[in-house]
């Protein structure tokens, strides 16, 4: 049973209709959205929702937890639970990939492996639909030109560039990004050269992206950009802006454009808004296709740098609500309903006692690091990584420790954590490290509850919340106190650990809604300008391979 979308955005009367069903409804759970998880134990967030909730996810299984944000409830669930799920889940825009055959002259061609090297599953799935998108669109306007903006290492460039014939100009902050761009290029030219004698087609000289490194900053950058020419003379004019992008600020570089294609594949945070500004603004953009990424590196209205343009919200409409999200909203936007749904039991498990790891260490900083924690201390990715070592290690393991009787933790395994993540002070052997990664984070996956010893789940935790707590401490560059009781600390937070879950599948269950809302905001903006333009929203990816999955599309009537 889930909630089906009954909004639509259409036009722009329609699509604010919509946002402000979205307003009305998350107001009352702006605790949600805006909490801080690292808090969870110290703040007690828990205590801010609805008790019968909480109760009864409590004891619900974690399968049926990772479903939540998907908009699937359980028949033995409180009535205002289902109604908070199933209407969240009927204010989201639908993620299913749509039918592009709608677009003209659409057909999806497999990438062959010279143009599809270097790319995983997700990255070929989305170069091969996303060019296909704007190569349709770019022949539905005549276009003399296609600019990438962030374009990284240039793959949806090349295959622009290469595949559909098209004159491209990829754009990227990183010169490293320049480099491997141009390398690879040059590689593909050849063998695409070679493919044309083969054929009999002569001498012609494939397409070749031109690669400008440039960080765009304002929309007077990207429409200086925009408008620069192709001929390789202009290239020289690229150095300037790579040398100094503020002495083109505002300047009109002459062009040989008269119909360019603005494309961004995930462009980052402002960029993805900075386009859509520059496609409204500049004459020669007959068309854009976004598709955004990184919502918390948005800067937002009224909570960022005062006076500067921001990159949320930029429609009147959403302007006119008055309603903010913050950054830890615009974090949580960027989680994915699929993501969730498509993660095995354990792995749900494991993720939820990481995040009450992290909120646990927020506990050690408060009390022994007071100093710390005014400067938001980032422990980093340590939680994936040791994740992933325990998934490697209890592979490579369990065949080998299902022979073994349960070892005894003494003092000696209870310091292999410190001696793991400080090898230089202490030796260790792959042994010992492995049979307390095994021991401490199966959870009875490889252990038969017969054989556990005296040894407890909640040991078993507690050691691995210890070894979480030292890696924390040394990123941190911080060294373990004397006075350091990391185990009255836990005992504080552990009757409390279980709720984390429930919380963090209700805070998820709200991030479709919240991507929704950032992404309307966006599509109002362009209907905003009347009939000046042509905009809609379409879902292009397989959300499971690529969450960040809706394109924004728009394109001026021919004149």
Known sequence: MAGRCKYSCATASETLEWIKAIVDFIKPFTFLINAHVVNFF???????????????????????????PSGIVQDHWPDSLKDFVLTLKSLEFPRQQADLQVLPSFPVTSLNTVLAQGMNLKKK?????????????????KADAIV????????????????????????????????????????????????????????????????????????????????????????EQSKLIE????????RKLR?????????????????????????????????????????????????DLAGSPSGFPISHGVKSLGFTLGKSSRDLACQSAERWRSLEMDAGVRNFELHAFRAAFQMVLCKYYPEVIVTSPS???????????QQRRILESRLRIEDHTCPS????????AYSFLNPKESKMDDESVSMLDTAALSHG?????????????????????????????????????????????????????????????????????????????????????????????LPVFDPVLSPRNVAIIAKKPKS
């Open 409 to 416: 933790f003494d003092q000696k395994h209870c310091g292999i």
């Open 42 to 68: 110290s703040d007690r967030l828990w205590e801010a929702v609805d008790k019968d909730w909480i109760d009864c996810l409590r004891n619900e299984s974690t399968e049926n937890l990772l479903l939540i």
């Open 125 to 141: 799935h989305e170069v091969e639909v996303l060019s296909a998108v704007v190569n349709s669109i770019a022949n539905t306007v």
């Open 148 to 235: 990438d903006v962030g374009a990284g290492q240039g793959y949806l460039a090349q295959v622009l560039s290469f595949q559909y014939q098209h004159s491209v100009v990829a754009i990227d902050a990183s010169s490293h990004h320049g480099k491997v761009t141009n390398a690879r290029a040059e590689r593909i030219k050849k063998y695409c050269a070679a493919q044309m004698r083969k054929n009999g087609s002569g001498n012609k000289n494939p397409n070749v992206p031109k690669t400008i490194t440039c960080r765009v900053m304002s929309i007077d950058t990207l429409k200086a950009l925009s408008n620069m020419s192709l001929h390789s003379d202009d290239v």
């Open 379 to 389: 422990v980093g990715r340590q939680g994936k990584a040791l994740r992933h070592q």
């Open 445 to 537: 996956n490889s252990f038969n509850r017969s054989t556990r010893c005296e040894h407890t789940v909640s040991d078993d935790k507690y050691l691995l919340f210890e070894k979480y707590c030292l890696s924390g401490l040394c990123r941190l560059d911080l060294k373990p106190l004397d006075n350091l009781n990391l185990h009255r600390l836990w005992d504080e937070a552990e009757p409390f650990a279980d709720i984390i879950g429930p919380y963090w599948s209700l805070r998820a269950a709200l991030a479709p809604v919240l991507e929704t809302y950032i992404l309307l905001d966006r599509l109002l903006f362009l209907q905003e300008q009347g009939s000046s333009l042509e905009a809609v929203m």
């Open 243 to 250: 040398q100094n992008h503020q002495e083109c600020e505002g």
């Open 255 to 303: 062009s040989s454009c008269n119909s360019l294609v603005l494309a961004g594949l995930h462009a980052c945070g402002d960029l993805s808004v900075t386009m859509l500004k520059t496609f409204v603004e500049c004459k020669e953009v007959k068309a854009v296709v976004s598709i955004g990424c990184c919502y918390n590196l948005l800067s937002e209205e009224g909570i």
